[in-house]
């Protein structure tokens, strides 16, 4: 399957614990995309990458969020001192550019649960 | 600033019943619009997407929605519900070159057997 993969699927945490969520984007695609879906919400868009380049931040992604994307493919994204407003799904997102547009291409997500 | 609304949050029809979701935009430009389907604890799944051209566009599973510029609208339809159906759907804008999308909050499909 050459989907979009996160890991892991679900994770639980005590507040105050630092969280670290991976997407695999699909490989060729060189736009890779965090979303943020709290329940009954519709997903909120967080940051993105082109390449390995962090192109747009959200003003949701306070401080305690990091994101990487270091070689261009794989992304992190680390959530430091977790409050349980943070409990959330975390989705991710890949695109490919090229002369037309292209839709996104959304990951199972990581469900966080913050204790 | 761009946004989506579904009006919808809950809707309830019997299997082989028609079904139209709505959605309303608000977007400056000329819109990239999505309807995305979400099952439950899943990542979401393209049903279909218009970005020009025929307001009528196919999608997946039977679905099919419309772009009417002057209502700011793109309502799903599908003419015959399966119970399979039942889902959570999201309609949604493309912005900045496509680099984010809006959501709208959803609307619950249930399907009565």
């Known amino acids: 399957d050459t989907g979009v993969s996160q890991d892991p699927r679900h994770k639980i945490t005590k507040r105050g614990q630092n969280v670290t969520f991976r997407c695999d984007p699909i490989?060729?695609?060189?736009?890779l995309y965090w979303y943020r879906q709290t329940l009954g919400q519709g997903p909120e868009f967080l940051t993105y990458?082109?390449?390995?380049?962090?192109?747009?931040k959200s003003r949701l992604l306070s401080d305690r969020f990091s994101a990487e994307r270091p070689k261009g493919s794989f992304s992190t994204l680390e959530i430091q001192r977790t409050e349980q407003g943070d409990s959330a799904m975390y989705l991710c997102?890949?695109?490919?550019?090229?002369?037309?547009?292209?839709?996104?291409?959304f990951g199972p997500g990581t469900r966080l649960t913050v204790l | 600033a761009q946004s989506v609304t579904q009006p919808d949050i809950h809707i309830t029809v019997s299997e082989g019943a028609s079904l139209e979701l709505r959605c309303n935009y608000s977007y400056g430009a000329t819109p990239y619009l999505f309807w995305y389907v979400q099952s439950p604890g899943q990542g979401l799944q393209l049903l279909l997407k218009y970005f020009s051209g025929d307001t009528l566009v196919q999608g997946i599973k039977g679905f099919e929605a419309e772009f009417k510029r002057s209502q700011s609208s793109f309502n799903l339809r599908k003419p015959s519900v399966h119970w399979s159906d039942a889902a959570e759907y999201f309609c949604?804008?493309?912005?900045?070159?496509?680099?984010?999308?809006?959501f709208g909050t959803g609307t619950q499909l249930k399907v009565e057997l």
């Open positions: 949604a804008v493309a912005t900045g070159g496509g680099n984010k999308l809006t």
């Open positions: 990458f082109q390449n390995e380049a962090q192109l747009e």
């Open positions: 490989s060729e695609h060189n736009r």
């Open positions: 997102a890949s695109r490919l550019t090229s002369g037309r547009f292209n839709e996104q291409f």
